[in-house]
């Protein structure tokens, strides 16, 4: 049985190539075997080479988590349990992550934007100024509640400038948008299979510094969300400590692989800037108002308005019924806005007829 081929364009789980997909399907493997251990070793060597800033002095573990999973997981590790984090929060993962670290008794400082703004430098500085317990920084690299890439260059450098160590949700944006570490004083990052790395929902992974893996572990972490398990068994025997997603493995080797061959992380960013001059350029001649200032988008994904007199049911039905998926806005943007992300397999031919599709259904009726 199969499901007719949908175009995903919300922001992860993908459109799978047909690689990808075909790993799903190419047997069964214990994971306590050893060539599944060999095959975990490679995809967390290859997870490292993405970002040539990750190569040297970085190590990756993989879990059995979404994206979520993998953030909660390095906020676990890492946060400190005395001193404190200053998060910068202008969107649900920004503020999902202040939850975590009061889920996790962790001293924090929330430094709450709204949703559509940019983050503030001046108060980020302030707040580290004030507060030198303040040794750990967590923020969204792109904010997939609106689409805002947020301004790592100028965030990293002051945490570089102040010592402060950076914990970074990658999770929309691992792949396709540049990474520093030394420039950004990045201690760890946490991101997903099934985003920009185009693999398939199920794994989801820490990357940190030596320095912060070899860290002290705190007093109360997680059990199951135990990052240095995960690590210290990948990069021991080679065994993790529950059960991993075999098949889902399977697609994510075949996914870094692919992504390696098409370019790295520079060309998926061209090929997805690419996407979005189209869907940017279509959307605009029918007349729809981006949400944030076009500057402050990425490749990866928009959030716009909705046309006027249309909702989203409407937009988001008569799109599917065309085989295309486009995406809501979450909490109080729901009724205004739609998100069109451009990751995954999507061809040529399909990208036009999306573009046709949206003037059509977008423009002035
Ligand atoms: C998708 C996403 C997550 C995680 O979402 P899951 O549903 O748990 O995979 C976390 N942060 C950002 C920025 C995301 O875009």
């Not at 572990?217 to 068994?233: E, K, Q």
């Not at 001649?285 to 981006?290: I, T």
Request: charged share 15%; glycine share 10%; proline share 5%.
């Amino acid at each position: 049985m199969s499901v007719q081929r949908q175009i995903l364009l919300n922001p992860g789980p993908v459109t799978l190539s047909e690689r990808v997909r075909g790993a799903l399907t190419r047997g069964d493997w214990c994971h306590r075997e050893p060539e599944f251990a060999a095959l975990m070793r490679q995809i967390n060597a290859r997870l490292v080479e993405v970002h040539p800033a990750l190569r040297s002095g970085f190590s990756a573990a993989t879990l059995a988590a979404s994206g979520t999973g993998a953030v909660e997981a390095m906020l676990a590790a890492f946060a400190p349990e005395d001193g404190g984090t200053l998060v910068v929060a202008n969107g649900v993962y920004g503020e999902r992550m202040l939850r975590m670290l009061a889920a996790h008794g962790r001293p924090h400082q929330a430094l709450q934007h709204g949703w559509t703004d940019a983050v503030d430098l001046g108060a980020i500085e302030a707040a580290l100024a004030r507060n030198p317990r303040l040794t750990h920084l967590a923020i969204v690299h792109l904010e997939t509640t609106t689409g805002r890439w947020n301004d790592l260059e100028a965030v990293g450098a002051l945490c570089r400038a102040r010592g402060v160590t950076l914990l970074l949700d990658a999770v929309s944006s691992f792949g396709a948008l540049p990474v520093e570490s030394a420039a950004w004083n990045l201690g760890a990052l946490a991101a997903t299979a099934n985003k920009c790395l185009h693999g398939a929902p199920g794994l989801s992974f820490v990357v940190a510094s030596d320095a912060l893996w070899q860290r002290k572990p705190p007093a109360a972490g997680s059990v199951y969300l135990d990052a240095r398990a995960y690590h210290a068994g990948q990069h021991g025997d080679g065994f993790s400590p529950f059960t991993l997603p075999v098949q889902v493995a399977f697609a994510l080797s075949e996914a870094l692989a692919e992504h390696a061959e098409q370019g790295g992380t520079a060309a998926r960013f061209a090929l997805y800037q690419a996407r979005a001059e189209r869907t940017r350029a279509a959307l605009m001649a029918a007349g729809v108002a981006p949400l944030l200032d076009p500057a402050a988008y990425s490749p990866v994904l928009a959030s716009w308005r909705l046309p006027k007199g249309r909702s989203y049911r409407e937009l988001h039905d008569a799109l599917k019924a065309l085989g295309y998926v486009i995406y809501a806005g979450q909490g109080s943007l729901g009724a205004d806005i739609f998100r069109i992300a451009h990751m995954g397999d999507i061809r040529p031919a399909e990208l036009d007829a999306l573009c046709a599709a949206l003037t059509r259904l977008c423009g002035s009726a």
